[in-house]
């Protein structure tokens, strides 16, 4: 067959034409799908759900956040008072308050009324179901899975308030979760996947009793601010012992105002007022910018969980190791009382006979006890402050940060009707301090030499000086860790300055820090310094530690 050049290249021209457009499809569609790795579609939400661990004296769970629409009342605040909008809201009406000035108002009780709130929240939870909200999106190329959870009350040490929204969200790279980030009342932790505790796929959560805030590890939260109680004692809730209910579809999600009372400004600046709903949390960061806002939380510190661990752990631990002290002391006696017996004065503390130098060791020893009892009781170091900002002031100064030996280390901060506990590091201090001197009394039975007396006296005194070296590296060290555990949208330049002057002056000082911003104008007057109890433990510790050296150099022979 004879076929003409300008017939050939008809024929050729069509199946270029067909193939040009194949390549240019398969190009395309390898486009599409390596610009769009990850389809929210392709993440079942089930898959990932959260396994939540309450404390053993929780009081509040997750529920229908119906529950408090249908207890609640709206109200408008203008800033000095609050006026009745609505007494009965129905779901489809709290979605036209677009405004930040509106909050519901359970009418059950108050903001500073727990007990009445969570009397009705207990009586009613079986009418609604335990629901947790879920919410998958994308950012920057990336799938973001927040599961939302809304409880009745806020009972925290560090605030109280009516109504409680808190989250966990998983960050997925091509349909793999890398990262996740847990909520924590205003800020949160994040780590990589592969350090979450899992059941599979499903995270494990650890709330927090009363503040709801979730930790990454059972034994957690005693290091932060709030020295929250977490634990695994309580309440397990699966996804099979609660409802995944997408939270986009919510028509109450534009409700803008709170979810709880806010009767006076002085609420918000004291953790009274209740919490904006999910779009709106965190200035609507949570919601509109959950990758930005997850990348700034910290890192969970995991070379810290060892101490957490033993924070947590640590009354038990302390009396294990006192019962094992107990039971080695007994057995030393016994044979001490096998080979010699225990001497005419039984303890040997007790020999004390005329002007020499193990005599005055003795006196020492006592005299060295009681300057130790007294400064157990007294502050040993303590951080005021004097408040004074445009919407609240203090009357007087107010201890923030206190530490003594009967309740560890206190955190408050000035509430409307005095001091609020904020936060504690709650260590027996005076028990390990005075079981150490019963130690040292009972080890003097039967002593027969001073060099061995001596030398318990010297280790008593050491372990009572070590505790105040201790605290003062602790406050010398805080200008530089706390600055950088606070936001700068925090007051961080201000914090910075307070705990510098702290780090440079720890025994004493004061500072006076002017605040001057869009948010906040007025001042705060801080005085701190090292109390009458530490300057006592101190002069104890010195004390009994001559008190040793007496009795080492006095070489004497008891019986």
């Excluded at 007990?115 to 009613?124: A, E, G, L, N, V």
Aim: hydrophobic share 40%; charged share 15%.
């Amino acid at each position: 067959m004879n076929i003409t050049f300008p017939a050939y290249y008809s024929m050729n021209k069509k199946r270029i034409a067909k193939i040009v457009c194949f390549f240019v499809l398969l190009v395309s569609t390898i486009s599409i799908i390596s610009l769009n790795p990850v389809s929210a579609e392709e993440i079942n939400p089930t898959t990932y759900a959260p396994i939540l661990y309450f404390e053993g004296q929780e009081t509040c769970y997750p529920i229908d956040a119906t529950y408090h629409i249908d207890n609640s009342a709206v109200y408008v605040h203008d800033g000095e008072t609050a006026t009745l909008v609505d007494d009965n809201p129905t779901i489809s009406e709290l979605s036209t308050y677009t405004e930040s000035a509106f909050f519901l108002d359970n009418t059950q009780g108050s903001s500073k009324d727990a007990d009445s709130i969570i009397s009705h929240y207990q009586q009613s939870k079986n009418q609604y179901d335990i629901i947790v909200y879920y919410r998958q999106s994308e950012q920057m190329g990336k799938t973001v899975l927040q599961y939302w959870f809304f409880y009745a009350y806020n009972n925290g040490d560090l605030n109280v308030h009516e109504g409680d929204w808190e989250m966990i969200q998983l960050i997925f790279e091509s349909s793999t979760p890398t990262t996740a980030m847990y909520s924590q009342h205003h800020s949160g932790q994040q780590i990589q996947w592969n350090e979450v505790e899992t059941t599979s796929t499903h995270p494990h959560v650890f709330v927090s009793r009363g503040s709801h805030a979730n930790y990454f590890r059972s034994f957690s939260g005693k290091l932060g601010v709030a020295s929250d109680t977490v634990g695994n004692n309580g309440l397990i809730l699966t996804n099979e012992d609660y409802q995944l209910v997408e939270l986009t579809n919510q028509s109450w999600l534009s409700f803008a105002g709170r979810w709880g009372e806010m009767q006076e400004v002085e609420d918000t600046l004291l953790g009274f007022s209740g919490p904006f709903g999910p779009a709106f949390r965190e200035n609507g960061n949570m919601w509109n910018n959950p990758v930005g806002w997850g990348g700034s939380l910290p890192v969970l510190n995991t070379s810290l969980l060892p101490v957490e661990w033993l924070l947590y752990n640590f009354v038990t631990i302390f009396f294990v190791i006192t019962a094992l002290s107990i039971a080695l002391l007994s057995f030393k006696l016994y044979r001490r009382s096998k080979d010699h017996g225990f001497g005419p004065r039984f303890f040997s503390f007790l020999y004390i006979d005329g002007v020499n130098v193990h005599s005055i060791g003795n006196i020492l020893f006592f005299a060295g006890i009681a300057v130790a009892i007294i400064g157990l009781v007294l502050p040993w170091y303590s951080l005021s402050a004097a408040v004074t900002v445009e919407d609240y002031t203090t009357d007087g100064f107010i201890d923030f940060l206190q530490i003594d030996g009967l309740n560890g280390v206190q955190l408050t901060y000035p509430g409307a009707n005095g001091p609020i506990a904020i936060g504690s590091f709650i260590l027996p201090f005076s028990l390990i301090i005075a079981i150490g001197f019963v130690f040292t009394m009972f080890k003097a039975i039967g002593i027969q030499k001073s060099n061995v007396l001596g030398r318990s006296y010297l280790w008593r005194g050491i372990s009572l000086i070590i505790p105040f070296i201790i605290l003062i590296i602790v406050i010398f060290s805080l200008g530089s860790i706390i600055p950088s555990l606070v936001p700068e949208d925090m007051g961080a330049n201000e914090i910075t300055s307070i705990f510098s002057s702290l780090s440079q002056n720890p025994l004493a000082g004061s500072e006076t820090i002017t605040l001057s911003d869009a948010s906040m104008t007025g001042s705060i007057d801080m005085t701190w310094g090292l109390g009458t109890g530490g300057y006592l433990l101190l002069i104890a510790g010195i004390i009994l530690a001559i008190a040793g050296f007496l009795l080492i150099t006095a070489r004497r022979t008891f019986y």
